[in-house]
């Protein structure tokens, strides 16, 4: 899934209503995220969607 937003909505919208966002690539417009959700069984950090770029660049977030 590909998606043109803003860094800022993509901070905003992750972080206020997922709050689990591992990893943000540093172009201006793609943003590559992987998005990882908290197994309630053992609390292990389960990925559940990768969205990638052109550059596929990551960075810690």
């Known amino acids: 899934m590909?998606?043109?937003i803003k860094k800022?909505?993509?901070i905003f919208f992750f972080f206020i209503k997922v709050?689990?966002?591992s990893f943000i690539s540093n172009s201006?417009?793609?943003i590559d995220v992987i998005i990882s959700s908290r197994n309630e069984g053992n609390h292990?950090?389960?990925p559940?969607?990768?969205?990638?770029t052109k550059k596929n660049k990551f960075?810690?977030?």
């Open 59 to 61: 960075q810690p977030a």
């Open 28 to 30: 201006k417009f793609h």
């Open 2 to 4: 590909i998606q043109k």
């Open 44 to 46: 292990s950090r389960q």
């Open 19 to 21: 709050k689990d966002v």
């Open 8 to 10: 800022n909505e993509l």
């Open 48 to 52: 559940l969607k990768v969205i990638r």
